[in-house]
Every structure is written in structure tokens, then in C-alpha cells.
């Protein structure tokens, strides 16, 4: 098998429901940068030395392959669809890593990457917000189910907090006229 078919070399590709489009359209921006979201946190996930929290980057890497399926479809009922279950699995998961965080720290800014594995995750973190971004504005083209939109919104939260609690030494951005020394 080869994995070339030259139908994309005028600039058409072709989505799950085998509808053709740009392949700068609205629509393969947000799923590409949902892929480029999984891509960035499987490089976090070889970071980590937990075993439960490689099994949750995985879990979730999963799922976006559902968000991707879903915004590659149109026409259509995608049959995989994120459900509000995974929306509550991601909150109920956040709240437990932000019980651990030190509550007078909860809201102050850190500089991120204090580590390796925090570092990947903070830009899984910011590649996260991007697709939110690319989806809420294929969201004002076209249909896309809100809750594959809270899914995004809340899995960038998780992230954050995921890497919040695997910092190692704290850097607390202080916001004073001399903070850029």
C-alpha cells in the first residue's frame, strides 16, 4: 500500500464523509489542529514516568480522533461523537488535580516547563486553545456540535492543570514595572 494517492496535489482533500475541500478550509484547519494536538501530547506523554497518567494521555488521544472524525464529517451523522459523559470525565479528573495544588497558589501565573514533561504539556496546553480557536470559527460557518466545543474548552483546562501539578520548581510571574529582568 502506498500512502501517496496524489488527490491532494491540487489542493483538495478529502474528508470521513468523502465530501471534497480546500485543504485550508475552516474545517481541515480545526480537525488538522485537533491532530496536531494529539501529535503534541503523545512527545508529553513520553515525558512522563506514571503509568496512570500515560494511560489518561492516551485515553484522550483517543477521543480527539473522535473530536477530528467528527469535524471531518459533514452530511452525515458521525457514529463516534463526544458525549457530555467525557465533558463530566475530564471536570472530575481537573478537580482532583487542582485539589493537590497548593490553594494560595491556585491563581497566581507560573512561567511553564519547569520540567520536560510540564513543558510538552504546556504546549499541548497552547496547541489545545488553537483548535478551540480554529473550531469555534468554523462553529460561526457551519454546525458543529457544542459539545465537542466544551470538550475542547475543558480539555485545555485539564491540560493546564495536569501540567500545573507536574512542575517541579515554581516560577511565579510577578507583574511589577521591573518583571522583565
Known sequence: ???????????????????????????????????ELGAALGLAKNFSEESVIKSEITAIQKKL???A??????????????????????????????????KEQKNKFILPGSNAFSASLHVARTVCRRAERRILALSRKEEVDPVLIKYVNRLS??????ARINETDLEYMEFTSDSDN
Open 65 to 67: 480522533f473522535h473530536v
Open 157 to 162: 483546562d485539564f491540560i493546564y492543570a495536569l
Open 69 to 102: 472524525g467528527d469535524l471531518a464529517t459533514v452530511g452525515t451523522p458521525f457514529p463516534y461523537k463526544i458525549q457530555p459523559r467525557d465533558v463530566e470525565a475530564l471536570e472530575s479528573k481537573m478537580d482532583i488535580y487542582l485539589e493537590i495544588m497548593n
Open 1 to 35: 500500500m502506498k500512502i501517496y494517492t496524489k488527490t491532494g496535489d491540487t489542493g483538495q482533500t478529502s474528508l470521513y464523509s468523502e465530501q471534497r475541500v480546500d485543504k485550508d478550509s475552516a474545517r481541515v484547519e480545526a480537525y488538522g489542529t485537533v491532530d
